[in-house]
């Protein structure tokens, strides 16, 4: 891949990527909640679940996503029920989205962690823009003079560096805004706002039309 395609491709991950979408948000909501460091946690599933999506998208089902009404339906209302699912438990919750994990000055359980990377994969898992995205985009970044292989580690690895840099940079600003929710009228404001922004993504996903993006 030439360098001057590599740059494009970067500017467009980063265009992507730090634009808010359901793993944004989550990253915010994690660093107020968990904090900035387990907040990464959920951020680096995502990027596994990156690198899934990349794959299924390689081996076609992006294909099969934009022509069988059937299948991108189902991943459609199955991304959506999941959204909307972390949104009504991030709007009762009294203390976070993760309430009955430990607080942020407790010792994190192992299996906090992996809930906190299950979350951050599984929203990049059920969210068919995804598949579509990489089905439309790499086509236009592969070159017949490098192995297919080789240039979807490159781009796959990229796409997921600027996807975890933008969760980075969300999780320090969502670090900040924690000194502002202090009391707990602030934290039920925060939890309300953030979930029901989480249900409007869901149901902004029923809107998604069975064509490449």
Not at 140 to 168: K, N
Not at 185 to 198: E, K, Q
């Amino acid at each position: 891949m030439h360098l001057s395609n590599w740059l494009i491709f970067c500017s467009v991950a980063l265009l992507v990527t730090f634009t808010p979408g359901p793993a944004v948000l989550m990253a915010i909501s994690n660093s107020v909640s968990v904090g900035p460091r387990r907040a990464m946690i959920s951020s680096l599933g995502n990027a596994a679940g990156l690198f899934l999506v990349s794959a299924v998208a390689m081996a076609g089902m992006g294909v099969v996503l934009a022509t069988s009404a059937v299948a991108f339906t189902a991943l459609k209302l199955g991304g959506a029920a999941y959204l909307v699912y972390l949104g009504i438990r991030q709007w009762r919750s009294k203390v976070s989205l993760f309430s009955e994990m430990a607080s942020t000055q407790a010792p994190a359980s192992a299996g906090a962690d992996w809930r906190l990377f299950g979350h951050g994969m599984t929203v990049a898992l059920t969210n068919p823009k995804g598949i579509l995205f990489f089905s439309a985009l790499f086509p236009q970044f592969l070159t017949r003079e490098a192995p297919v292989l080789t240039q979807f580690f490159v781009l796959t690895g990229t796409f997921a560096c600027c996807a975890v840099l933008a969760h980075a940079v969300y999780v320090l600003l969502g670090r900040a805004l924690k000194q502002q929710f202090a009391s707990a009228s602030r934290v039920r404001l925060f939890n309300r706002i953030s979930g029901g922004l989480f249900v409007a993504l869901g149901f902004s996903l029923l809107s998604l039309r069975n064509k490449a993006v």
